[in-house]
Nanobody, 125 residues
């Protein structure tokens, strides 16, 4: 059973990246999926959450209008499209499972129970 985030890298301010969250060993459509990030020396911060069906999406105010979450349950994958990236978006990004998007786009301990390994996003010129 594994959840793996990938697609991070170095990008200039204003650029774009697309992160993927792939599940193996279990059906991803049993769960809502959240994206959470953690910058060096800072607390975990919620980024986005998508419902099991994909019909409902939620975003933190800091990324709303710039990031888009989507999923394809047939491919067992969730994506996070990140546009207009800013230096303050630099962080390790994690995807995690939840029974529902109870925190909206924000992070609350206890909402997310199974985490994948993160992927580092660095926004710098």
């Amino acid at each position: 059973v594994q959840l793996q985030a990938s697609g991070g890298g170095l990008v200039q301010p204003g650029g774009s990246l697309r992160l993927s969250c792939a599940a193996s060993g279990f059906p991803l459509d049993d769960f809502a999926i959240g994206w959470i990030r953690q910058a060096p020396g800072k607390e975990r911060e919620g980024v986005s959450c998508i419902s099991r069906s994909g019909d409902s999406t939620h975003y933190a105010s800091s990324v709303k209008g710039r990031f888009t979450v989507s999923r394809d349950n047939a491919e067992n994958t969730v994506w996070l499209q990140m546009d207009s990236l800013k230096p303050e978006d630099t962080a390790v990004y994690y995807c995690a499972t939840a029974l529902g998007c109870y925190g909206g786009g924000d992070y609350f301990p206890g909402v997310y129970d199974f985490w994948g390994q993160g992927t580092l996003v660095t926004v710098s010129s």
